[in-house]
């Protein structure tokens, strides 16, 4: 099946990914994110890598909401 | 920017907007909540008020039907086979379809189901809409009050409230529109 995609507002949409990625990364506080269990540090590094919270929720083993929470502990902005 | 009968939630904008949410019920007549969405909602406080707000006809759950379900499945894989195109899943894609088919304003604070409205052609025209639209479109129809000394004063207490952030050019767009109302 064939996706008509525009092409140039890709590419604006994947530096602005990137752009979000710099700011999540820059902002958090590692110190809180290294302290976690293994589970949960490794879903907070996921979520700044991808903005992805759903995928990244599933991975710390809590729900949504929870999950959101503790970026916000974790200083973790949403870049939207 | 125009407010719209209908609305459509996903489940990042509800649990983010939980200070301003009431002011929705300004800008929207009615804000339907798929049923995908509700069932990722776990949290007292959120329950609670969606509850009292579907108690009194301001929101709506959205039952999908099938060939939504089918449909937004379909969008689900297009993300996914966009090399680089950040991925979405069932909840927000189901609000997509709906935006697109009944033409109801999505909510969504999920990039990847912005992008695909601005990326994807079949769905350029489907208004979708963060936070941020929510609150121009509040201060742009009196909705909230113009505080001409300081115009972006609901969206700079938004993002710290949530702790999110939005992008300089958008705000820098904002803060242009709100203060030519103040001339």
């Given at each position: 099946m064939r996706v008509d995609v525009d092409e140039s507002?890709?590419?604006?949409?994947?530096?602005?990914a990137e752009e979000a990625r710099r700011i999540r990364k820059a902002m958090a506080?590692?110190?809180?994110?290294e302290k976690q269990v293994p589970r949960v540090r490794e879903a907070l590094k996921y979520y700044i890598e991808t903005g992805d919270i759903r995928r990244a929720s599933v991975l710390a083993g809590m729900d949504i909401e929870d999950f959101r929470e503790l970026l916000r502990r974790a200083n973790i902005p949403v870049v939207v | 920017m125009v407010s719209s009968e209908f609305a459509i939630a996903d489940t990042c904008f509800l649990i983010d907007w939980a200070r301003y949410r009431d002011i929705l019920f300004?800008?929207?007549?009615?804000?339907?909540?798929?049923?995908?969405?509700?069932?990722?909602v776990k949290?007292?406080?959120?329950?609670?008020?969606?509850?009292?707000?579907?108690?009194?006809?301001?929101l709506?759950?959205?039952?999908?039907?099938?060939?939504?379900?089918e449909e937004a499945r379909r969008l689900v894989e297009i993300s996914r086979r966009i090399p680089h195109t950040l991925p979405i899943d069932l909840?927000?894609?189901i609000c997509l379809i709906v935006g697109r088919v009944r033409g109801y304003v999505v909510l969504t604070e999920n990039k990847g189901a912005i992008m695909i409205s601005e990326v994807i052609n079949e769905y350029r025209d489907v208004a979708?809409?963060?936070?941020?639209?929510?609150?121009?479109?509040?201060?742009?129809?009196?909705?909230?009050?113009?505080?001409?000394?300081?115009?972006?004063k609901h969206f700079m207490e938004y993002q710290e409230d949530t702790l999110h952030i939005f992008p300089r050019r958008d705000i820098t767009g904002v803060r242009n529109l709100i203060e030519s109302r103040c001339r």
């Open positions: 507002r890709l590419r604006k949409w994947l530096e602005e506080n590692w110190e809180f994110i | 300004k800008v929207f007549n009615v804000v339907f909540i798929p049923e995908t969405v509700l069932r990722e949290s007292e406080g959120t329950i609670t008020w969606i509850a009292s707000r579907l108690t009194e006809n301001k709506a759950l959205y039952t999908e039907v099938e060939n939504e379900v909840p927000e894609a979708v809409w963060r936070a941020l639209e929510v609150l121009l479109t509040a201060h742009l129809t009196g909705v909230l009050n113009i505080d001409c000394s300081d115009p972006l």
